[in-house]
């Protein structure tokens, strides 16, 4: 299928999803039910060993479009979005986000889910919602777990950016390489899993 705001891929076991919504990948309620859309058809797929998530663009994403978290939108909204989140739990496969660029709210979240991370050097991260009045509820999940509840609360509490090096140092994130060759160190990594059962 062809969709408008996503590219995808399903090829020796590995399914691709790449964030096409240029330049900042902010995800609105038709992204987020295309992602579902492709997410859900891998159910299906029996040789499924990884789900890779990555960009395209100046930003891996910016987050969910402010714009929805209004008026009767805000529950479909919140109700798309968390079904992201489920539909990658119900894969059983490891997945990787490919980092490249700002990831920030619920872009932060949706890179941060996976299993595993590998970011450019450029790459920063943050959950900026606090300045908006609300709580990332992904990154109250998963960050304590991760990085400890003090150093989580203060990420969250502040909507502080940090940078791939930061992240990596907290144990956000797996790998930090340069910008000109994240390409080639993700498909290494995609390889070496990729071998495995």
């Keep these: 299928m062809a969709y408008k705001h996503i590219q995808t891929e399903l090829k020796e076991g590995v399914a691709t999803l790449t964030l096409n ?5 902010v995800l609105n309620i038709e992204m987020m039910e295309e992602i579902n859309h ?4 891998l159910m299906k797929e ?6 890779v998530i990555q960009a395209v663009g100046k930003a891996f994403s910016a987050g969910v479009d402010v714009g929805e978290h209004l008026g009767d939108l805000v529950y479909k909204m919140i109700e798309v ?21 700002a990831s920030l709210g619920g872009g932060c979240e949706l890179a941060l889910y996976c299993d ?14 606090i300045q908006v009045g609300v709580f990332p509820p992904i990154a109250a999940l998963i960050f304590p777990r991760v990085i400890g509840r003090k150093k989580a609360m203060e990420l969250i509490l502040s909507g502080d950016t940090i940078s791939a090096q930061e992240a990596l140092a907290l144990g ?7 910008e000109a ?3 080639e160190e993700a498909n290494a990594w995609i390889e070496k899993f ?3 059962s």
């Design 21 to 25: 919504r240029v330049p900042l990948n």
């Design 38 to 41: 492709f997410l859900e058809g």
């Design 46 to 51: 029996k040789a499924l060993k990884l789900l």
């Design 81 to 101: 979005f968390h079904k992201m989140f489920r539909r990658m739990d119900a894969l059983k496969v490891p997945s990787i986000a490919v980092v490249n660029g």
């Design 116 to 129: 595993m991370v590998i970011a450019s050097e450029k790459s920063k991260f943050g959950q900026p919602e």
């Design 172 to 178: 956000l994130i797996n790998k930090v390489v340069p």
């Design 181 to 183: 060759s994240l390409a």
């Design 194 to 196: 990729k071998k495995l």
